[in-house]
């Protein structure tokens, strides 16, 4: 069985519970783990999959890139949501029922997005939060698609695409930050240098 080593003893029983019997390979019952996150550790990173040079939760300076680039550096649903406009299926996020305590980055860049004291439970079906880190961390564009009015909301150090904002959210803005979970990436640290 292929468990990394900084898994505890607890996570890989509960693993090998949920997810098979444990065993070498060969073996009957042998199943092999490739993607399995321990998400007490954290970071919870969609980059994983393929090396991306302009990720990079510090680095302030705008990242400008073809599609094709973008092609090439960003997993397949990432790409399909952060540079074609895809909406992932709501209630799929991992991040949309989370209660960890951390910051928010976009999966495409590593710009910090949300600080996780501004999350809330809107049922959407997709991760709400209630106000950005910073000013300059979301980019607002009209959207007309559809046949609706809404508000985009783009990454501000890639124009990511992450979702919509409405006008619906709670107190202290009224306002609901709805985000595609797949174009978020997640730390239990808290967010780089100057940027809160």
């Known amino acids: 069985m292929l468990i990394f080593p900084h898994f505890n003893k607890k996570l890989r029983l509960a693993v090998c519970h949920l ?3 444990p065993g070498e390979p060969g073996e009957p019952g042998h199943r092999t783990f490739v993607n399995i996150i321990d998400e007490s550790k954290l970071i ?3 980059n994983n999959e393929k ?3 302009v990720y990079s939760t510090t680095d302030t300076d705008n ?8 092609k090439k550096i960003l997993p397949s649903d990432v790409f399909h ?5 895809g909406t992932e299926r709501p209630g799929t ?3 949309e029922n989370s209660k960890e305590i951390g910051t928010y980055f976009c999966a495409a860049c590593g710009n910090a997005l949300f ?5 809330f439970e809107s049922g959407c079906g997709w991760p709400s939060f209630y106000e950005p880190i910073s000013k300059g961390s979301i980019i607002y564009t009209p959207d007309n698609m559809h046949g609706m009015t809404r508000t985009e909301l783009q990454c501000g150090r890639c124009k990511a695409h992450l979702g ?4 619906d959210g709670p107190p202290p803005t009224g306002l609901r930050y709805c985000i595609n979970g797949v174009v978020l990436d997640f730390s239990q640290r808290d967010s780089p240098e100057g940027k809160s």
Do not use: C
Not at 81 to 85: D, T
Not at 115 to 119: A, P, Q, R
């Open 164 to 167: 919509h904002v409405f006008e």
């Open 44 to 46: 919870t990173m969609n």
């Open 19 to 21: 997810y098979g019997k």
């Open 93 to 95: 996020s991992k991040f």
């Open 63 to 70: 990242v400008i890139l073809s599609e094709e680039e973008w």
């Open 51 to 53: 090396k991306n040079p």
């Open 81 to 85: 949501i952060a540079r074609q406009k």
């Open 115 to 119: 600080k996780s004291d501004t999350k």
